[in-house]
């Protein structure tokens, strides 16, 4: 039996403070705020109301650390909550490109069916006439190709973009 006034043993349950004592195991304490974080019924509520949650029931060394850093990796949280900060400023355009073919976009459109030996291409596409090039290539280029087929196909009908 523990003797302090802060610690009691009830039911052979080590408490603090009238809350269960969970011992230092990462996985333990990684299911016991699953259960008051991830659930449908709670709903992901964030690190201050899981803390509130977990700490009527549970007491470990660093728990609101550990809760903390358990939300801010959530990747439901993260896709789905919006950001709680002040707006970053107002958009600028950019300029606008003074002649054709000086400034160009690079995209692949990836995992396409193959033919003879492509399934891939790469886009290329002037930015104030939108006109493009369609080079066909593999999913596998390296950068190296991926310039090669610029030199090839793009640079030599219109030059070096700016």
């Known amino acids: ?54 700490s009527q029931n549970y007491w470990w060394p660093q728990m609101s650390q550990y809760i903390g850093q358990y939300v801010s990796m959530c990747d439901l949280c993260l896709r789905t909550k919006p950001m709680q900060h002040s707006p970053v400023g107002k958009l600028h355009p950019l300029p606008v490109p003074e002649t054709w073919w000086d400034t160009l976009s690079t995209d692949f459109m990836v995992e396409l069916p193959k033919s003879s ?5 790469m886009i290329v596409v002037d930015l104030v006439s939108k006109r493009a090039h369609f080079i066909p290539t593999h999913i596998t280029v390296t950068i190296e190709g991926a310039a090669k087929l610029f030199l090839h196909y793009v640079w030599k009908l219109h030059g070096l973009p700016r």
């Open 1 to 54: 039996m523990v003797h302090s006034i802060e610690w009691s043993n009830v039911d052979s349950l080590l408490q603090f403070q009238g809350k269960i004592y969970v011992p230092w195991n990462l996985e333990l304490h990684r299911h016991i705020v699953s259960l008051y974080h991830d659930t449908k019924i709670t709903g992901h509520p964030g690190q201050w109301k899981t803390l509130e949650l977990v």
């Open 117 to 121: 030996r492509h399934n891939a291409v």
